[in-house]
């Protein structure tokens, strides 16, 4: 397929629609093996998330419940690390099965800096399903259970990810050119 442009920069197909669509019914029918019986909780970390949570979400054949959350981090007064705030998250976690969506993990750092939040109210449970991953620039390492997809550390746009504000509304994954 031709390059897409986006502001200033051009873009090349890197993982088609049926690819994609492909992956995720993989995915969502390891989950339903895995929670069979059980009732998990998603909590889908926005903006980025959005497309694969509503595609994962459709292929769920078990009982399960979704929520939707903004990070927003800031240095903390006292800590050397930032301080993570989960802006949306209202549902008691405790004993809970938990399941985290995430479209991409990069360094880990968000997850990485969130995760104690969570294990905080003790769930039952805590996995990650990511879209994507980029091994080669993990700084933080991460047990991710379900990867979709994992890709060379360049820039991605497309299917809920974007550049600076453009991209999340195309089906495709696109790989900076
Ligand atoms: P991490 O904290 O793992 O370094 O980064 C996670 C977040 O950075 C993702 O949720 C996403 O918002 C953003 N990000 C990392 N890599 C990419 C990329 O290749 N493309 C886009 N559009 N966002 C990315």
Same mark, same amino acid.
């Given at each position: 397929?031709?390059?897409?442009?986006?502001?200033?920069?051009?873009?090349?197909?890197?993982?088609?629609?049926?690819?994609?669509?492909?992956?995720?019914?993989? /995915?969502?029918?390891?989950?339903?093996?895995?929670?069979?019986?059980?009732?998990?909780?998603?909590? =889908?970390?926005?903006?980025?998330?959005?497309?694969?949570? =509503?595609?994962?979400?459709? &292929?769920?054949?078990?009982?399960?419940?979704?929520?939707?959350?903004?990070?927003?981090?800031?240095?903390?007064?006292?800590?050397?690390?930032?301080?993570?705030?989960?802006?949306?998250?209202?549902?008691?976690?405790?004993?809970?099965?938990?399941?985290?969506?995430?479209?991409?993990?990069?360094?880990?750092?968000?997850?990485?800096?969130?995760?104690?939040? /969570?294990?905080?109210?003790?769930? #039952?449970?805590?996995?990650?399903?990511?879209?994507? &991953?980029?091994?080669? #620039?993990?700084?933080?390492?991460?047990?991710?259970?379900?990867?979709?997809?994992?890709?060379?550390?360049?820039?991605?746009?497309?299917?809920?990810?974007?550049?600076?504000?453009?991209?999340?509304?195309?089906?495709?994954?696109?790989?900076?050119?």
């Amino acid at each position: 397929m031709a390059p897409i442009k986006l502001h200033d920069k051009s873009f090349d197909t890197y993982l088609s629609e049926a690819v994609i669509q492909e992956k995720i019914r993989e /995915l969502a029918a390891r989950i339903n093996a895995d929670y069979q019986g059980k009732r998990p909780l998603f909590i =889908a970390i926005l903006n980025g998330s959005f497309m694969f949570a =509503a595609d994962l979400f459709k &292929h769920l054949t078990i009982d399960a419940e979704i929520c939707f959350i903004k990070l927003a981090s800031y240095k903390g007064m006292k800590s050397s690390g930032n301080v993570v705030t989960a802006i949306g998250l209202d549902q008691d976690l405790f004993d809970r099965d938990i399941v985290i969506v995430e479209d991409i993990v990069d360094t880990g750092k968000t997850l990485h800096d969130f995760l104690p939040k /969570l294990s905080h109210q003790q769930p #039952a449970s805590l996995r990650i399903a990511s879209l994507l &991953h980029k091994p080669e #620039a993990t700084q933080f390492p991460l047990q991710i259970d379900y990867v979709g997809f994992s890709i060379p550390n360049k820039f991605v746009v497309g299917y809920g990810l974007d550049y600076d504000g453009l991209g999340r509304n195309l089906k495709e994954i696109y790989q900076l050119a």
